[in-house]
Every structure is written in C-alpha cells, then in structure tokens.
C-alpha cells in the first residue's frame, strides 16, 4: 500500500508541475520560449510518452523528433 501511494503522490505531482510548466511558458514571448523552456518541455513529452508506449506495450519506440514539435501548441 505505501508503494501505490508513494507512486500516485509522484504521478499528481508531476502532472501538476507539468501543468503549471506549460501555464508559465504560455505567458512567454516566442524569443522567451525557445530560450530554454522549450527543451525543457520537449524532454517531458519525450519521457513521458516513452514511459507510456513502454509500459503498455513493452517495447521501446523510437523517441520521439524535436522537430515534430516546434512550439508550444505542438
């Protein structure tokens, strides 16, 4: 039981930050953005979704392209 609990803290957590993250980087100028917050926040999505074809599949995908997503509404 503290293991599950342990885990849903960190996963409300994480989506909560996430969140807020993206609040913050919705306020920025363009120039702002890719100063930084922009790889900041493509490292969380490239995580995020490999964590999730991984563990509902069991296999590792190719990560996904920096390219593929340029900005922030991507």
Not at 6 to 13: G, I, K, N, R
Not at 17 to 26: G, N, R, V
């Given at each position: 039981?503290?293991?599950?609990?342990?885990?849903?803290?960190?996963?409300?957590?994480?989506?909560h930050?996430?969140?807020?993250?993206?609040?913050?980087?919705?306020s920025?100028?363009?120039?702002?953005?890719?100063?930084?917050?922009?790889?900041?926040?493509?490292?969380?999505?490239?995580?995020?979704?490999?964590?999730?074809?991984?563990?509902?599949?069991g296999?590792?995908?190719?990560?996904?392209?920096?390219?593929?997503?340029?900005?922030?509404?991507?």
């Open positions: 039981m503290f293991i599950e609990n342990q885990f849903s803290t960190l996963f409300d957590y994480h989506w930050t996430t969140k807020q993250l993206i609040s913050s980087a919705e920025l100028g363009q120039a702002d953005y890719h100063d930084g917050i922009h790889e900041i926040l493509f490292h969380i999505l490239r995580a995020d979704h490999g964590w999730r074809v991984a563990l509902s599949t296999a590792q995908q190719t990560p996904l392209s920096s390219e593929a997503y340029p900005d922030l509404q991507t």
